[in-house]
């Protein structure tokens, strides 16, 4: 069955940067879109990034671009969120998506703060 599986949560503080992952398995990776949403404390859950099959097209959320950069290693079957220059903004459950069927992740928590 289709499984996500994330990593790579933590505490950090503002301006550090935290790589998370979203390990696959169940269905043929390169086949499929995938994306990361996260939810915030109080917060609606809201996309964050997206990647096409190949990699080759990305798209972020407005508030993340320039920061974030979400990638995909085929071989591995992995989906990577690289964060930089993190704000406490940043901090919330992050989840890793496969769009179609609606698949989710458990989700990551991360943390923003000095």
């Known amino acids: 069955q289709v499984r996500l599986v994330e990593s790579g949560g933590g505490l950090v503080q503002p301006g550090e940067s935290l790589r998370l992952a979203c390990a696959t398995s169940?269905?043929?990776?390169?086949?499929?879109?995938m994306a990361w949403f996260r939810q915030a404390p109080g917060k609606e859950r809201e996309w964050v990034a997206f990647?096409?099959?190949?990699?080759?097209?990305?798209n972020y959320t407005e508030s993340v671009k320039g920061r974030f950069t979400i990638s995909r290693d085929h071989r591995n079957k992995i989906v990577y969120l690289q964060m930089n220059s993190v704000t406490r903004a940043d901090t919330a459950v992050y989840f890793c998506?496969?769009?179609?069927?609606?698949?989710w992740g458990q989700g990551t928590q991360v943390t923003v703060s000095s």
């Open positions: 998506k496969r769009p179609a069927g609606n698949y």
């Open positions: 169940g269905f043929t990776f390169g086949a499929y879109t």
């Open positions: 990647i096409d099959q190949l990699g080759d097209r990305t």
